[in-house]
């Protein structure tokens, strides 16, 4: 069966520090891969998506970026967090097309 | 690209009574209407789905119905519990089917 992780789980970081979240999936070949941002309160933006190795879609201009150096791996980084950067970040997969599979998210804090 | 309003953003009922949250999507090209649900820090999970070929689909208490002329879509939960509170997103999947664009969310509170 498929499996989804993202770490860390928490992350409290400062104005300007960088950030790196990662985000695996086991279990399939080739999946789409999402990043997800949730502020508080609020419903899903989407970030990026990534239909292969080194294939990104970046829906909203920002300060953060993507990466996909390997089949089921999906990296979120930003080099100077903001404030308006804090919130629920959740990572999907799915094959094209269907549901979409949910990583447990990182609940990240800019101070 | 594919653009998914949702109504009502806050829903109140009884325990007991129905539910029904409603939302309209963009593009006619779309062909996948999932909907979620997420309770309070967790991640969104899919409760039921209904793709363009069909008008309606029914899982126990969930039904969810779909008029493609209207482009609309909408979410029924019959006789609510206080455990079906939550927040509900609806999505409709992209022109190029590879995003999944998520209306704003309905925060369903069901008194006991």
């Known amino acids: 069966s498929q499996t989804i992780h993202q770490w860390p789980a928490t992350l409290v970081q400062p104005v300007g520090s960088p950030l790196s979240l990662e985000c695996t999936v086991e279990g399939t070949s080739n999946p789409n891969l999402y990043w997800y941002r949730q502020a508080a309160g609020r419903g899903l933006q989407l970030l990026f998506y990534s239909v292969g190795i080194g294939q990104i879609s970046s829906e909203v201009p920002q300060n953060l970026s993507a990466s996909r150096p390997q089949d089921r791996q999906f990296i979120l980084s930003s080099k100077k967090l903001l404030l308006s950067d804090s919130g629920f970040y959740l990572c999907?997969?799915?094959?094209?097309?269907?549901?979409?599979?949910f990583g447990p998210g990182t609940r990240l804090t800019v101070l | 690209g594919e653009n998914v309003e949702q109504h009502p953003s806050t829903l109140s009922v009884q325990e007991g009574d129905s539910a029904v949250i409603k939302c309209t999507y963009s593009?006619?090209?779309?062909?996948?209407f999932p909907w979620y649900k997420q309770e309070l820090g967790k991640r969104p999970q899919l409760i039921i789905d209904?793709?363009?070929?069909?008008g309606e689909k029914k899982d126990q208490r969930i039904a969810v119905t779909l008029n493609k002329t209207a482009k609309h879509f909408s979410l029924h939960i019959t006789e609510t519990q206080p455990e079906d509170s939550a927040v509900y997103f609806c999505a409709a999947n992209g022109y190029n089917n590879n995003d999944m664009r998520f209306g704003a969310g309905t925060r369903l509170t069901v008194k006991p």
């Open positions: 999907a997969w799915t094959p094209a097309g269907n549901e979409q599979f």
């Open positions: 209904i793709r363009s070929n069909v």
């Open positions: 593009d006619s090209a779309s062909n996948y």
